[in-house]
């Protein structure tokens, strides 16, 4: 079983800065893309940010510039470091892993449960 847990967001002003986290764990044998959705209310979700085990990163262009993503493969995680935050990035961000299990070595997207991030004029 693999478990996927965001930490970290919270109510920040505009212009301010928070970083969320999120950690893959359980019977884990690789781990590819990582990444961050997010979802505002009565609005799709959408790709905020993604990495590749190697590194290689992307952006929705509404963060390019302001938001950074990077992992620690060691640990299995993934962070989101947001700065310059606007009011329009308050939404609840779902973190995911593209992830390979012991028992099945079939990769398939394991989600989190979410973490709300609100920003306050």
């Known amino acids: 079983q693999v478990q996927v847990v965001e930490s970290g967001g919270g109510l920040v002003h505009v212009g301010g800065s928070l970083r969320v986290s999120c950690a893959a764990s359980g019977s884990i044998f690789s781990i590819n893309t990582m990444g961050w959705h997010r979802q505002a209310p009565g609005k799709q979700r959408e790709l905020v940010a993604s990495i590749t085990s190697d590194d290689n990163t992307n952006y929705a262009d509404s963060v390019k510039g302001r938001f950074t993503i990077s992992r620690d493969n060691a640990k299995n995680t993934v962070y989101l470091e947001m700065n310059t935050l606007k009011p329009e990035d308050t939404a609840v961000y779902y973190c995911?892993?593209?992830?390979?299990?012991?028992?099945?070595?079939?990769?398939?997207?394991?989600w989190g449960q979410g973490t709300q991030v609100t920003v306050s004029s």
């Open positions: 995911y892993g593209r992830i390979m299990t012991v028992r099945t070595r079939i990769e398939r997207t394991y």
